[in-house]
């Protein structure tokens, strides 16, 4: 038998990793918006390395704003039981506020502070809970689809740079001596 604690904490992972997967997708739109756009200016003008290194400050400030918005800002909020609690309810109708109640009412019990509530009523609730934790789908909290569509995202990223150099290795090599190695 699972406590919602554990599952908690296997959901806040399960979050992380999604805003890992954006973040990252995020980035390498820029970098890939970059290498086709300094490729073809590049390529047409003759840029000279100031102009080329003045691309790069961009691409690097861009990256580091696109970083901060979609990784760093919402890694460092805090996931708290109740409000991944919340979110599995918004999921699952049938809970009907059940896990979160267990949630609320264990923290009461650990405390000792019942106040005008019955804490046999409150065990009864959270012993509920616990034993139909384990059939909860943790997934419902959790935006898989968008999960996913970024991870598509990062591949089609990838690919691009793959297919690139696959299909001539050599204006990518000199690409990147020319705009990231600025020789």
């Given at each position: ?9 296997r959901?806040?992972g399960?979050?992380r990793l999604?805003?890992l997967?954006?973040g ?7 970098f890939i918006?970059?290498?086709?756009l300094?490729?073809a200016?590049?390529r047409n003008?003759?840029?000279?390395q100031?102009y080329r ?5 961009v691409?690097v400030l861009t ?8 990784l ?9 039981d ?6 599995m ?9 059940a896990l979160?109640?267990?949630v ?9 502070s019942?106040?005008?509530e019955?804490?046999q009523?409150?065990?009864q609730v959270?012993?509920?809970?616990q ?6 789908p ?6 898989t ?9 990062i ?5 691009v ?5 696959w299909l001539d290795?050599d ?8 705009n990231?190695?600025?020789?």
């Open positions: 038998m699972t406590s919602p604690g554990v599952l908690f904490s959901l806040r399960r979050a999604g805003i997967v954006e990252l997708a995020f980035a390498l739109v820029a918006c970059f290498m086709l300094s490729f200016i590049d003008l003759r840029l000279e100031v290194i003045g691309l790069f400050v691409f990256s580091l704003h696109l970083l901060r918005k979609h760093f800002a919402p890694i460092r909020v805090d996931l708290n109740d409000e991944l609690a919340l979110a309810e918004r999921g699952e109708v049938e809970l009907q506020q979160i109640s267990a609320q009412f264990e923290r009461s019990l650990d405390a000792g019942f106040g005008n019955s804490a009523l409150m065990q959270v012993a509920d809970v034993q139909r934790v384990d059939s909860l943790a997934e419902s909290a959790l935006d689809s968008r999960v996913y569509k970024f991870g598509a995202v591949f089609g990223c990838l690919a740079v793959a297919t690139w150099g290795d204006s990518l090599g000199l690409w990147a001596r020319r990231i190695l600025m020789s």
